[in-house]
């Protein structure tokens, strides 16, 4: 089936996407590193980026050289002190975290008919998305119960296609991390990119400010003609 002239759906990544949450993933991640006697800098976190809690443990432990040096409940104990950690951050959360231009993207997909979902393999999605009153601003939110695989796997971008009754071919994603821009160009999916180290996305912004319909749709409209 040919694409059609406008995206049918929006998929959004939720942290450094829709809020100003990653760095606060960063710290708590950080301290939880230091604790055990790992460094770990804001380039290193980039690997970290959309990557599941459990996921993201394995690679800081690799990158400490303990991969072997905790039992799976220690890993337990540990995944669970981060997100003890990252939910004390998250009290400071308020709707000034949402990131620019994000709150008028989603009034405007509603205006023009567009579908909206959220791909975030967050367990704390649901409670971010309350806190900032944004729930019913979007038509599907991923559920992570039944998401089996980490981004880059595509799996939680077509499972909300799946949800939308979206062809991926009909959808953009958005993402700020290299993890989800490879798990949207392995679904199919049109990939805008947020962040300046990032490969592989249709388009590309150094932030979300810019980030409005008119920019996606002439981006959107600028692939099918092949430029
Ligand atoms: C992603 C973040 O959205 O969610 C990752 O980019 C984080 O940094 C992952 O590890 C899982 O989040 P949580 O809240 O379930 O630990
Ligand atoms: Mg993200």
Redesign the pocket.
Known sequence: MNNPALPRAVIF????VVVDT?HL?FIAWQRLAQRIGIDIDMAFNEQ??????RD?LAKILAYGGMDNAFTADEREVMAEQK?RE?VGLLNGLTTADILPGIRELLRTLREQGVLTGLA?????AGHVLSVLGLQADFDYVADTRHIMFSKPDPEIFLAVCDALKVLPSCAVGIED?QAGIDALCAGGIFAIGIGSTLRGAQYRLDDTAGLTWAAITQQWKRHQAGN
């Open positions: 990544d939720l942290d450094g990653a993933h970290l980026k959309g990557i599941s809690r993201s997100n990252y975030s393999v967050s367990q704390n991390a």
